[in-house]
């Protein structure tokens, strides 16, 4: 099965260095695509003003001149009105022919029948914005960061169910969103969604909770449709979701899958400890958390699995499934026994892909990393219990 598509698309005065520290996190899980564009690189933040009515305060100026008796003159106009119209078609330019490399990514994932995920920082944020004004536009799951979107951003814009999912990452540190929101007045199109979150619809846009995942409006009501999600971090300046894998790995990386990420955790966290009680031989205290391990219900299985379902409930819907693949028949017995095989195989399986994500990037395999993800830890452990017949597909 071919690895959904991330697409990863940076912001000003940038050249995407942080791709690879995201595509470090997500990777063999997801496959990532950069979306690099060199119109933005020079000159830094001094740039905003070409992108707004600050244009303007210099023919505002020379008017205030004029009315106290400081005119310009007419060439001094002129050349002032030249250089003003320059820069605007300057900026028009730039910005459609960063956008039109960003729609050229784009049509070449969704040409393979994808629908993208996205990651999008800074000025990227805004040009997602500009290619959702494409209705053939699809995505599954976006996260923004440092977005200088308004904040009203996607009032009227959910219906047209082009996504899944918005995480929004709200650095309340951002100094350069926050700027540009104060001027957003003169910057249409501009606001500080990145400093003071997305507003919209009740039952659409909702914040998280301070650990950033928890949902109090979706734990009562979940609404059918696609989602925008608040997530503040305090101590976040305008990049700082990007040093380090750490951060893409706990959240966006469980965000992307659909599944809880400090379940994911804890989950994980279990199958750790059970491997090292095994290690230990320590048998009291393995099977009494072993018990806890198969009996807690988790909201981790994704696809078919609508409610939590505890380990061992999962284990063995895959056991029996797996059976009928291979047109096996199993009395209650064999199937318990092998239920269990398969549960101690899935911790192994877990544990194995953290042990394996610690390795440097180019020693690592990636048939033991995508256990990670507890339906694929499941689904290596049941096969191992059942391996396919030789010269049939697995």
Request: charged share 25%.
């Amino acid at each position: 099965m071919p690895r959904p598509a991330v697409l990863l698309i940076h912001g000003i005065a940038s050249r995407g260095g942080w791709h690879k520290t995201v595509a470090d996190a997500l990777e063999p899980h997801f496959r990532c695509v950069s979306v690099r564009y060199t119109q933005y690189i020079r000159l830094g933040w001094l740039k905003v003003p070409s992108l707004s009515w600050f244009l303007a305060l210099p023919v505002g100026a020379g008017l205030v001149a004029e009315t106290r008796g400081f005119g310009l003159g007419r060439y001094r106009w002129a050349g002032l009105l030249v250089a003003l119209a320059v820069v605007g078609v300057w900026e028009w330019v730039r910005r459609r022919s960063a956008l039109a490399r960003f729609r050229e990514i784009y049509d070449g994932v969704e040409r393979l029948g994808e629908v993208p995920h996205l990651v999008a920082h800074s000025l990227g944020t805004y040009l997602t914005g500009r290619l959702l004004r494409l209705p053939y536009v699809r995505f599954g799951r976006i996260v923004f960061v440092g977005s200088p979107l308004p904040r009203a951003f996607w009032m009227g814009r959910l219906e047209a169910r082009q996504l899944t999912a918005v995480r929004n990452e709200v650095g309340r540190k951002d100094g350069l969103v926050l700027l540009v929101g104060l001027v957003s007045r003169l910057m249409p199109g501009f606001g500080p969604a990145g400093w003071a979150g997305f507003e919209g619809p009740k039952d659409r846009v909702h914040t998280l909770s301070a650990d950033g995942e928890h949902c109090d409006s979706c734990a009562r009501a979940r609404p059918d449709g696609p989602l925008v999600h608040n997530a503040s971090v305090a101590e976040f300046t305008h990049s700082d979701a990007f040093i380090g894998t750490g951060y893409a790995e706990t959240y966006w990386l469980p965000f992307l899958w659909d599944l809880p990420g400090p379940e994911l955790v804890a989950f994980h966290e279990a199958c750790a400890r059970a491997v090292t009680l095994e290690e230990d031989e320590n048998w009291p205290e393995l099977e009494k958390h072993e018990s806890e391990l198969r009996r807690r219900e988790w909201r981790l299985w994704g696809g078919v699995i609508e409610s939590p379902m505890s380990l061992e409930e999962y284990v063995r819907y895959y056991v029996e499934c797996r059976a009928r693949a291979l047109e096996l028949s199993l009395n209650p017995a064999t199937l318990a026994r092998q239920t269990d095989r398969a549960v101690r195989l899935t911790w192994w399986a877990v544990t194995d892909a953290r042990a394996e994500r610690k390795k440097p990037k180019g020693e690592r395999q990636e048939a033991v990393l995508l256990a990670l993800k507890p339906v694929q830890a499941v689904r290596k452990a049941v096969n191992a219990v059942f391996p396919a017949p030789a010269g049939s597909r697995p």
